[in-house]
């Protein structure tokens, strides 16, 4: 079914409702969650699959509002999903995201997506309320299979949807655009992210003193059935890191791998790196130079150059498991 988004305004005072917790095993998640509903993470996926009319209603926090070498705060930005139709959310002066809809007699799908990064800061989902004579059934619509991306700034869609000149802000990073998302939805797959602009494997952006990726990720339950780094722009910002790169990058290819056996990774690279990659047995996703633009904000790739990455690691994909290929065709 698709339809217009009614926006109300008003409360519906003395109705009853059904309320719906985030850590209710009718939700259908897709990330890394605290209990509580607390998400961190770019891609943060809440899913919703119910029957009935009336009130759908959505409430969240930003919880804390770093600045960063980024940007100053930044609103927490999700993307609410009903039906196909879709709406910006953005965080107000309090912290608070409010999604409120009045819908007709319906089978609906709803979900809440994480679009800004980690940096902003994290958020938390405090409840989704139905009319009362709403029915929550299962989600119908789970991934054939899970990705999991861990990489940096091009990960997480950093200034995807600004046009150069433009600063950050979590108004033009939009992960739905980013190319992960967009490997995701044409395999069918579920995607989950760790990501953080600016940090690498070894050395951060500009020497940055904050934690560098491998310090940052640890594994989750369920295992992915594929994992993509895509890391280490950050240790070139000054051109070859040197050997310590490597050694520190096969190191966390190898505690990877580790923690989740069974997952093929794969690598992405782009510039010197591919022929680092290659003279270690790597075999990376290789992309050229003009896979890659630089119209999005401070240098960094635009939507367009995103679907041509992900158009890139999804041929590769398919080329080597045809099976999970097959499933999305």
Known sequence: ???????????????????????????YRVGRFSNDGR??????????HFEG?????????????????????????IRAELDGVNRE?????????????????GDYHFSLVRQSEALVGEGQLLEI???ENSRVVEWNRKGQALLEFIGDSVTVGFGNEGKAPCLFSSRTQAFTAAFPALVGRALKADVRVVGWSGHGVAHNW??????????????ASPPPDVVFLGLGSNDWWNGDPGPGFLTAYQAFVARVQQAYPDAKLYSIAWGPRRDVFRSAGLDPIELEDTDLD????????????????????????????????????
């Open 129 to 131: 309320e139905l009319s």
């Open 1 to 27: 079914m698709r339809l217009p988004l009614v926006v109300t305004l008003g409360v519906l005072a003395g109705c009853a409702t059904l309320r719906i917790a985030p850590d209710d095993e009718k939700l």
């Open 53 to 77: 009319s009336g009130l759908v209603r959505a409430r969240l926090r930003q919880n804390t509002h770093p600045g960063s070498a980024e940007a100053g705060p930044q609103p927490l930005r």
């Open 39 to 48: 998400f961190l993470w770019s891609g943060s996926r809440f899913s919703l």
């Open 206 to 219: 500009s020497d940055r003193p904050e934690p560098v990726l491998p310090e940052q990720w640890r594994p």
């Open 294 to 329: 630089h119209d999005g904000c401070v240098g960094h790739p635009s939507a367009r150059a995103h679907q041509r990455v992900a158009e890139v690691v999804t041929a590769r994909v398919c080329l080597d498991a045809p099976a999970l290929c097959g499933k999305a065709r």
């Open 89 to 105: 959310l953005y965080a107000d002066a309090r912290g608070e995201l409010l999604f409120q809809s009045d819908v007709p007699p």
